[in-house]
């Protein structure tokens, strides 16, 4: 995991419309994990993958694993 501080930037542009965003201080994964590599984690450790909530696009296994920390 690594630390990203707290601070502003610019979202938006061509066809959305220019703003800043503030966001806190937040932790992430240093390493992507695909969704493939995090069901065989599942299926080793015997994890019910069902459980985890599935974003908007579904699960697709060359896809980053989310909703997970």
């Known amino acids: 995991m690594v630390s990203v501080p707290a601070g502003e930037f610019k979202m ?3 066809d959305n419309r220019l703003h800043t965003v503030n966001l806190e201080a937040f932790w992430i994964g ?10 065989a984690y599942c ?3 015997r994890v019910d993958f069902a ?3 599935a974003p908007d ?3 697709r296994d060359d ?3 989310v909703n997970v920390s």
């Open 57 to 59: 696009w579904g699960w």
């Open 12 to 14: 938006g542009g061509n």
């Open 43 to 45: 299926s080793a450790t």
């Open 51 to 53: 459980k985890f909530k």
């Open 63 to 65: 896809h980053p694993m």
């Open 30 to 39: 240093k390493t992507d994990i695909t969704v493939a590599e995090f069901k």
